[in-house]
C-alpha cells in the first residue's frame, strides 16, 4: 500500500470524510483545502497537487472522539509524544521514556489505593 493510501484510509478511518466535504461546502467547493481540486472518494483517479504535505502533524495525530450524547472532540495526544512520533530520535526518545515511566508509576498506585481499598471492605 502506497504512502497516499495509508493516508486516506487513516483519514477515513478517522473520521475526515466528513470534515471534507463539510468544509467544502462551507468553502464553494472551490479551490480544494486538502490539495484536491475535486475529492473522488472511490476512486484511484484523485492526485495530490503537493505530494508528502497532504496533513500537518496536528492533523496527522489528532483524533475525533464521539461521546453518547453525539458531541465530537478533537483528542490530540502529548506534545512529548508528538514529538517522539514526528522526530523519532534518542533524545526524544528518553522524553517519552520519561513521561511514560511517570504516567504508569501514578498508574500503578492509584491501582494499589484501589486494592486497599477493596481489601477493606
Do not use: C
Amino acid at each position: 500500500m502506497d504512502l497516499l493510501a495509508k493516508k486516506r484510509m487513516l483519514f477515513v478511518l478517522t473520521g475526515g470524510m466528513f470534515f471534507i466535504t463539510f468544509q467544502q461546502v462551507q468553502a464553494g467547493s472551490g479551490s480544494g483545502s486538502y490539495g484536491f481540486s475535486q475529492i473522488e472518494y472511490f476512486s484511484a483517479g484523485a492526485k495530490e497537487k503537493n505530494p508528502g504535505s497532504l496533513f500537518t502533524a496536528d492533523q496527522l495525530w489528532s483524533e475525533i472522539k464521539y461521546s453518547a450524547d453525539g458531541s465530537a472532540a478533537i483528542y490530540r495526544p502529548p506534545e512529548v509524544v508528538i514529538n517522539f512520533l514526528e522526530q523519532p530520535n534518542t533524545e526524544n526518545a528518553k522524553h517519552y521514556i520519561q513521561w511514560n515511566t511517570a504516567r504508569l508509576e501514578k498508574i500503578a498506585q492509584a491501582q494499589k489505593v484501589l486494592q486497599q481499598t477493596v481489601e477493606i471492605k
